[in-house]
């Protein structure tokens, strides 16, 4: 069974720093590509950011990018999203999920997601 832990949410002022976790488990984890999406009140959930296996290759929402980083740990079997310069936009709950062999940043498999972690940005 895949599990995905997302972990390290929290309210943080206006251009501060959060690092997010999701630990997995139940998968051969550094056999897949991960990512990072994102849901706010009363929208959609989307992309934020994604690392193939290998961590070589990142990707990354324009919305997001150059104040976020991805990284994985692939012997922690752990990906993470260091949040800096945060923004009211960014209060969202965050979740992680495997993406299969390449970042496709489509949301997904549905049957992983777990329960994520929120982050509020205080203005």
């Known amino acids: 069974q895949v599990r995905l832990v997302e972990s390290g949410g929290g309210l943080v002022q206006l251009g501060g720093s959060l690092r997010l976790s999701c630990a997995a488990s139940?998968?051969?984890?550094?056999?897949?590509?991960m990512a990072w999406f994102r849901q706010a009140p009363g929208k959609v959930r989307e992309f934020v950011a994604g690392?193939?296996?290998?961590?070589?290759?990142?990707y990354y929402a324009d919305s997001v990018k150059g104040r976020f980083t991805i990284s994985r740990d692939n012997a922690k079997k752990t990906v993470y999203l260091q949040m800096n310069s945060l923004k009211s936009e960014d209060t969202a709950v965050y979740y992680c999920?495997?993406?299969?062999?390449?970042?496709?940043?489509?949301?997904?498999?549905?049957?992983?997601w777990g329960q994520g972690t929120q982050v509020t940005v205080s203005s």
């Open positions: 999920n495997v993406q299969g062999a390449i970042v496709t940043m489509a949301a997904g498999p549905a049957d992983y």
């Open positions: 139940g998968l051969t984890f550094s056999s897949y590509a």
């Open positions: 690392i193939d296996w290998s961590g070589d290759s990142t």
